[in-house]
Each structure stands twice: as C-alpha cells, then as structure tokens.
C-alpha cells in the first residue's frame, strides 16, 4: 500500500528552527508537496520538490532524497504565526495526491 | 471575491436531512476536487472534476452525491448520512487533474457535524 508518515506533533520556541520530517512509500514519485494549515483555514502551499535537493524560500526551505523515499520542511527564525498543521503530499505514478495526516507544530514563547 | 470559496462554513444535520456543500473558484481552474478531512488523519480524497467531467469516486457512499455544473462550481449533495461523516470537507481546484506540478488550491472548508 502507500504511505506517507510524518510525526504527529512538534513543539519548538520562537527564534529557534525546526524541521519537519517526512517519508513515503507510494507507487511511483511525481513531486512531493507541502501545505501549511492554520486551524480552521484552508490548506495552503508551501513548496514542491520533483528532484533531489533543498529548494529554499525566505525562511522555509524543503529537501528531497528521492533513493531514501525522505523529506524535511525547515522553518527558521521561527514566529508565533507559524504554529500550524504542516502536511506532506506525494504525487504517485498516476499523479494522484497520497496525502499525510500532517505534523502539528506548536510554536512557544 | 478570489481563490476558492465554500458555503456554508459550519453545518450541523440529522441522519435523516438533506443538504448541500458548494464551492466556487474564481480562479480559471479546469479541475475541482472534494475532500473529507477527519482528525488526525491524512486528506482522503473523495472526488475529482476535470472539465465538469468525474475523473475520480475513490469508493465514496452513495449518501455523497457530487455535482458539478461547469468548471466553477462544485456541490456535494448529502443525505441520510452517518455520525461518522461529521468531519471538515475541503473543496480544492487546480489547473488540470493529473499531470506534473499540479498544486492545488483549498476552501476554508466547511466543518460538518452529523447528530
């Protein structure tokens, strides 16, 4: 079957950084993908890795090891308004979206 | 009004109601997607529309019944549903369905709760 696992919940304090890991085992890789959810909003996008490698923006950064099936969200400098639900999508052999029930990410003073 | 809109944002039914989810995007797409987000759980993805057309029914209750009268609008017609449907469901679009780099665009969502 597939899968995508990432941790449930992570707690870090504002400043700091922290990354968000994720693996997967689907059939087939097209791009792996990953959304921000504040509570009670829509999910909205992140970043999208199709090939090996870190993709950095502003403060969020994605890596992709596609041989190790392994992905991480880095935050830095961390802000209260990034306390969210991060979720991790890949995109199979038949580019459907397998989905994971996403990291919720607790932000302390 | 921009990006992908859902009414209602809350809805609370009886087993034995019937209502309507709908959802507009005013973003050009030409691919519509419904899904169910429960706690705790991955996205399941419930329907997709590409061109008004039903590309995908990932073996949902018929109690689900998806409308799509052209690439803008989406419903999703419920009845005599099951306490185990309350979740949030999300309306997504995208440019197409299938094909590389096809971010996906959500709704708010509307939180359902079934009694």
């Known amino acids: 079957g597939q899968n995508i696992d990432q941790p449930t919940e992570m707690t870090a304090t504002e400043g700091a950084i922290v990354q968000i890991n994720c693996t997967y085992q689907t059939s087939g890789f097209n791009g792996l993908f990953w959304y921000q959810q504040h509570a009670g909003e829509a999910p909205t996008f992140l970043s999208y890795?199709?090939l090996d490698g870190l993709e950095e923006k502003g403060r969020f950064s994605s890596f992709l090891s596609r041989s190790k099936g392994y992905s991480y969200l880095l935050l830095k400098e961390l802000q209260m308004k990034d306390s969210a639900s991060y979720l991790c999508?890949?995109?199979?052999?038949?580019?459907?979206?397998?989905w994971g029930a996403g990291t919720k990410l607790i932000i302390k003073p | 009004e921009t990006g992908v809109t859902q009414t209602p944002r809350h809805l609370v039914m009886g087993m034995t109601n019937k209502k309507s989810l709908k959802c507009e995007q005013h973003l050009g797409h030409n691919a519509m997607y419904w899904y169910k987000q429960s706690a705790k759980k991955p996205l399941e993805l419930m329907f997709v529309?590409?061109?008004?057309?039903?590309?995908e029914n990932n073996s949902v209750p018929s109690r689900f019944s998806p409308e799509c009268p052209n690439s803008s609008h989406l419903f999703l017609h419920l009845h005599t549903l099951q306490p185990e449907d309350s979740a949030l469901y999300l309306c997504a679009s995208s440019p197409n369905s299938g094909g590389e780099y096809n971010e996906q665009f959500f709704g708010p969502g509307t939180r359902l709760t079934v009694l």
């Open positions: 999508a890949v995109l199979d052999s038949n580019y459907q979206l397998i």
């Open positions: 890795n199709v």
């Open positions: 529309y590409n061109f008004k057309e039903q590309t």
